[in-house]
């Protein structure tokens, strides 16, 4: 079935009686033609014109179905394992989520690559106190103070099983004391491993951000003590939050549901709460009383989407949960996705910006970052399917010039360099469209169709889409500037 | 008393038996030579060298004391009404506080000062309609296009009674469509009432951010869409909220209460949770059953400030709630900020980086800004007091010079616009020191004495200190770049 969806139905200028012509544009609000599924019959508040409503005119309505039920208990509704080619990886194979996997083959995952495991906190000071130890073997045997860290970067394969960027085990790099170009950064890692030791003996967590300030002398900027933190966790192969190290900026996650701590506290999510960066803390996730079923999970790229949405009780009308990483996800925004989609098996889908930058961000939730390339089978979602919004979306609403602005160089390298990657054939050709179109916007340019048209008919309009899944496959075309093609 | 505090009790260098000599620092974790009140005495982990703890060892400890012991049920503890030289405003005189005030003096405030009021959504939106009429009449006389608004920016004045800048009465600037050079922004404020109004008519609420994309074209940017909404909150002489507009960032609360909402929902903030906008849909504030009494309100500057403490237990191990805007503080933050205090009757300290835009922030809180002047009156909370961090904190502490910057000029100009105030001697002092001191920082510097110093033992001290209010009020100098003084 042809995915190009140019039937009446969903064209956005024949949903609004849209009139430029008087001098500031008047339009109908949103309510008096929305199309979408809704308890109520549209409401017609004033036929200005005496236009009456195109064909096929649509039901819509607002409720707030959070506390005003107490029998209405909802539950979380698994995804069903059906191909989805809004997927990022190519192919029709359904990847098993990792936590699926029988023991013998994550083990096997283990031996091929590096992947970093959790360990308590006892067990990471001994082996970090082992590695000061040995260290003072290296010295005494005259070899002097040297690390041989597993090779994590720029030695990624993208993994077709379970379809995420994986580090390659095998290869280590040395930074040696001796080495004059080494020895900065081995003081770094000596400094850090002695720091991170402390940390756990204290039962403290420090942000990545602390690392850096308690010596700036040494690191001088955050790359360098974010990159003696990715070391060790490679050298040790612990992950980063069994260490006790954290960002220091936080996710944030909207819904009607409440996370049971293990302190035995609930925390209800409704106004949008901080995600906790230790899922230990966490022991289940529920669903409000008086809440409908939950349908889906909605990773948003920015800050001001979710709060939007949150404003427009997009997740209590949609039956779904919002989550945002406040732009690129930390490890532990990340990991938190990958916690709620093993928890509750609701489908994944990704909201961006019509621009690289949010490309990039939906990707790295999809398959991992190469900084962090130990962690990334633990975190990785491969499911998320990109809802939008892409030029060609954009494109169609037909909006003024003044919501754009040109791709700088550097944004057409970061497509060109996604395009080089494993991706689907609909996000090849997203992206073949973005650098052809040659613009990029933000996704607020759209309320100037109307301040809730997004979140009441476009954004569940296009998710209706992605999870019907009914595009067809097309072939793989080289990224000229080739005329924008329909999605 | 003089404010010096450099007797033996205080001085950072003697807290930490802090070497040097090796190659890297080496110093114990903060644990073992803490000086602070806490239910266990200091427990010596390992004295490496076998020094003795300095003289005055202290006890130290860690609990969690939320959610442990269900019979705790701790309340607020209301501030005693004790001058505090901390706080922004000169000599000695305490206000009262805005919410206490009689109704007929509140009254006198709102003929001589230009105070926007809370309305309900009705009301608002019969007022905008009124005044689309109001338009109309006078075009229909030949007077055109025309808005006479209360002029609200550079007509301010700093009321010694309730110690908050005010906007003045009785001033208006004209917007009139026929006059060339107002005809642009006299478009902007009629497209912007009219805009919302329909929100009104939604029943929604959009943020500023909202507003400018809704018509790009008109607005070309945030400025601009901004101004039109403040014009409007004084044409109509309206709060924001009450006219449905919001900012789209929020800010964060942490603490071991929970907000109770009007929807029957409770809310714990012991993680960290989004301001709710709307402060009518929170019905009360609670202390968490099994946690000790709340003793005062700490307003941080920034996100990863929050973060700090929240993962160091600071809420729990100092009886606190912590509050952030994430830098500049929405309205809601400060209106959020001055809810708590009303409700709870808790000292409010400030604490923020030592450069000028931390003590702009503060400012901010205590006695309003020009751009939404028209509801400083509801919203300051002018007793917040400035805990620090001053340059004369940092001076103290005898940091590396990597982790300072030089001040700007716009740096400069900024403090010296601020010591041009009415400010208290302290704050006075406090920007002199910066101008003379002519370096910035930020907090994570101090993390360079210990990742937990700050949290563990800095802060409650400087906290006690300006609780105890025992600092002698000095005599007011000239900014010249005279020499650091001693705070």
New interface residues.
Partial sequence: MDDSTDDDSYHPRKHYAYDRQV????WR???EYIRGPGPETHTTESAQDGQDPPAGVYSYG?F?G??NDPQVQGHFVPEIQKYNPYVIFKGEQLPVPIWELPEEKVQDFHDRYFIAKDKSRVEARKTLNRLLEGNINTIERGHGYKFNIPKYTDNMEFNEEVKVSLAKAGKTISRSFCNANQREVA?RT??TI??IE??L???????K??????????F?DQSKSDQAINDICALTNIRRGSLGI?A???G?VVGNIFLE?T??????C?????I?HRLD?IKDVCV?IGSRNIEYILVVEK??ML??LL??DYHTNNNCIILTGCGMPTLQTRDFLRFLKQRTGLPVFGLCDPDPEGISILATYARGSCNSAYDNFNISVPSICWVGLSSSDMIKLNL?E??YSRLSREDKTMLKNLWQDDLSDVWKRRIEEMISFDKKA?F?????L???YFATNLLPDMINKVREGYVQVQEKKEPQDTEASED
């Avoid at 001098?23 to 008047?26: A, N």
């Avoid at 951000?209 to 040494?218: E, F, G, I, P, S």
């Fill in positions: 001098s500031s544009s008047r609000t949103s309510r607002y707030s959070s506390g003081s000596g400094y002695d720091l402390r940390t003996g204290a039962g403290l967590n420090i942000s951000r602390t690392v850096l300030y308690t010596n700036k002398d040494l001088g954290i220091a900026e936080k944030i701590l302190n035995g506290k609930s925390i209800s409704s106004i949008g709460v901080q906790p803390q409000e800050h001001t709060n939007y404003e427009m003024s003044t919501n933000s607020e340019a759209i309320h100037s109307g301040f809730d």
